[in-house]
DNA sequence: CGCTTTGTTGAACGGGTTCAATTCGCGTGG
DNA sequence: CCACGCGAATTGAACCCGTTCAACAAAGCG
């Protein structure tokens, strides 16, 4: 794959327009592409000097361990994602980072990012826009488990993965391959496992989604939106925003 | 107040070691102070061209409206802290923003602040720290709604709230000043007002924290912390990690 | 082919909600 | 100075969404 087709490249350009001297700066850090196998932490919480991880291939969760035993996954991260940003900048990783299925990505140093921000600021503003959109994620999930019922958050949940599959070209307009289990979704929406098999039977029967077999299925989206509150637009970038 | 006191300077100041021009630079954005009274939106969701704003003075909440009525808010704003960022970076407001009291704010235009990021590219970086620290607050939360109950909910908070005012000279290590309402606890808890009221009442019972009259005492802080979960380190910065 | 992980279903329980009513704190105006 | 009004705080009782415990079925894998 060429550089200017990575998942990134796609990402990071829907902010800022790169010029050539930045595309060879990001063609650097694809360098070192190292595989992972699932269930293996990439990074654990606590960790001193994490590394930071640019997905090329495979999904991945981060996630807090509660000391009741608890876990709460944070995010799903997909190809072409930032992973550990935040816990690089800060030297030491807040969350954990687990790969769902056999992954591929490529490892950046904290000091070749840094120094990258002064060479080209450019690069700065682009990843300080994706790591707000990141934000907007969570935030969003936020409201979820703040405010939605269980039905509302799964129907959320599947929304949003298919808005950022999309955006690099990894869902279709209704339908996407899903790797997680009943227990990923369970510890993302802060709801049981039990309950969640019994949210999907619902919308499954209701005509709404379907979920089975690693792939989801939107059976009727517009009610699905209707249902979860989604915003179509939230996920939406029309071109890059600095040129 | 001198600008190398001022809550911003304080907190940009402890990523990352600011230069004479890039203090000029922050000094610059503190003109334009404006006023704003309580309960009166600064910024609505959905707002195309929002400002943004670095709080000087006064607590302001951000939040979402849900269609079913709800509203769940995402984070308290302290002086210091920025507002708004990203919805300046997207251009559309993705939240609202109210002042719980009356407050002063200076406004930030993103011409301005994308263009000293150019001029100073370690702003940049000090700024995507910032953001990142936010980020990690938010994430906090989303544990607390996933995964703790209420009293675990009530207690993590007001730690994060006392640790967060400390780094700004705005508490004790006993004891701050709260301005918000047991609805406010409610909605940025994803609880019903009731039952922050019943949690609030067994918490000084147990001898944990009392509040009241926008006073918040911790009475036995080792235990809260050990009922909550809270991490002491997750707020604390040793010193600027640039310089 | 056996073992582990994931999915599925039933029944009892419980934390938190909802509804309804009362009280407190406090600024405002008569 | 007291009556009034209003938002915020409190309390009780019934209800419900989601949990927990327990068991079993199905799928995936070495």
Chains 1, 2 share one sequence.
């Not at 450019?122 to 269980?150: C, F, H, K, Q, Y």
């Not at 993965?161 to 979704?185: D, I, M, N, W």
């Not at 249902?227 to 890059?240: I, M, N, Q, T, V």
Request: glycine share 6%; hydrophobic share 45%.
């Amino acid at each position: 794959m060429s550089i200017q087709n990575s998942p990134l490249v796609r990402k990071l350009g829907a902010y800022v327009s790169l010029s050539e001297p930045e595309l060879e700066i990001l063609a650097k850090f694809h360098k070192n592409r190292r595989t992972f196998a699932d269930k293996i932490e990439m990074v654990y919480e606590g960790q001193s000097s994490p590394s930071a991880f640019i997905l090329a291939k495979g999904w991945v969760c981060s996630y807090k361990i509660l000391r009741s035993g608890g876990r709460q996954i944070v995010g799903f991260q997909i190809p072409g994602d930032f992973i550990g940003l935040r816990s690089v900048l800060f030297r030491t990783a807040d969350h954990s980072i687990e790969p769902i299925q056999k992954v591929e990505a490529s490892e950046v140093k904290v000091k070749d990012l840094l120094g990258a921000f002064q060479t080209c600021p450019r690069l700065a503003t682009a990843v300080l826009w994706s790591a707000s959109s990141d934000e907007a994620i969570v935030v969003e999930r936020l409201v979820s488990l703040g405010r939605r019922d269980a039905a509302e958050r799964v129907a959320h949940l599947f929304l949003e993965l298919s808005a950022r599959l999309k955006l690099v070209g990894l869902a279709s307009a209704t339908s996407f391959e899903c790797p997680v289990s009943q227990y990923h979704l369970a510890d993302a929406l802060g709801l049981s496992a039990i309950h969640i098999n019994r949210v999907l039977r619902e919308l499954r029967e209701d005509g709404l989604l379907t979920f089975r077999r690693g792939v989801v299925t939107f059976d009727d989206l517009d009610r699905l939106v209707e249902l979860s509150g989604f915003d179509r637009a939230y996920l939406d970038y029309e071109g890059p925003m600095l040129n």
